[in-house]
């Protein structure tokens, strides 16, 4: 369903740290010719080779990055909430996604064609700073992930990923199903519940449901990480 409102538009850059060089009316032009876009749980934003001839800004709501092995297993790479943007490597050759976008739950996106970030830069070069160091970080995150997928004890790993994901979304309430944790970590989804049960034993969580888990103690999860490495 496509969105007309004005609210709609700011909400798409007045959160994102890349667009705050720009003024109001800046951004109004910017979003003006993107595409608002509202997706139910499953629904898939875009598919692994479409081309890669936008930028997706998360309006609301959830959506994973995922891709699938040959054997249908499938990695998710990353889950962006609120604020957050994906496609932006692209701005520098990339032809085609290399992983799918996927709504977990109500979600709502803003898709910010490629060519029309390429001429903002062109009038802006400070966004093109601000872009390499947003591509600079998400990489610096990518190592942090290779890093904890290494660890073979699954408690260990479980907790790496908590801290990771905290730090990720700058809080203590992560918000992910037992299915998508376990896509995430190559773990099996029985083990990650048998270890959260044992990391909130441990007061380092408090479980909320099947959808909630909330870090209590960030040096419990550092200790439990560690002990493996």
């Known amino acids: 369903m496509e969105l007309t409102c004005n609210h709609c538009s700011k909400l798409c850059t007045s959160k994102i740290p890349l667009f705050e060089p720009l003024s109001l009316e800046e951004q109004k032009e910017l979003v003006s010719n993107a595409r608002h876009l509202d997706f139910k749980r499953g629904e898939t934003v875009f598919h692994e080779y479409d081309p890669a001839d936008k930028i997706l800004v998360i309006?609301?709501?959830?959506?994973k990055i995922n891709r699938y092995s040959l054997e249908g297993k499938e990695y998710v790479?990353?889950?962006?909430?609120?604020?957050?943007i994906y496609g932006e490597q692209n701005i520098f050759g990339g032809k085609v996604f290399e992983s799918n976008a996927v709504a977990l739950g109500e979600c709502g996106v803003c898709l910010i064609s490629l060519s029309d970030i390429q001429a903002l830069i062109l009038k802006r070069p400070e966004i093109g700073v601000k872009l390499l160091n947003v591509v600079g970080q998400k990489l610096s995150a990518a190592n942090e992930l290779v890093q904890l997928l290494s660890v073979n004890d699954a408690k260990a790993?479980?907790?790496?990923?908590?801290?990771f994901r905290s730090s990720r979304i700058k809080g203590e309430t992560i918000e992910l199903t037992r299915d998508d944790i376990s896509a995430f970590i190559n773990v099996r989804?029985?083990?990650?519940?048998?270890k959260l049960g044992e990391l909130r034993r441990d007061g380092a969580i408090e479980l909320e449901g099947n959808r909630r888990i909330r870090?209590?103690?960030?040096?419990?999860?550092?200790d439990a990480f560690k002990s493996e490495n």
């Open 189 to 194: 989804r029985e083990t990650i519940s048998r």
């Open 77 to 84: 790479l990353d889950i962006l909430v609120e604020g957050d």
């Open 59 to 63: 309006r609301y709501g959830k959506a």
């Open 215 to 222: 870090v209590r103690n960030k040096d419990i999860l550092r």
């Open 157 to 163: 790993r479980v907790a790496g990923f908590l801290l």
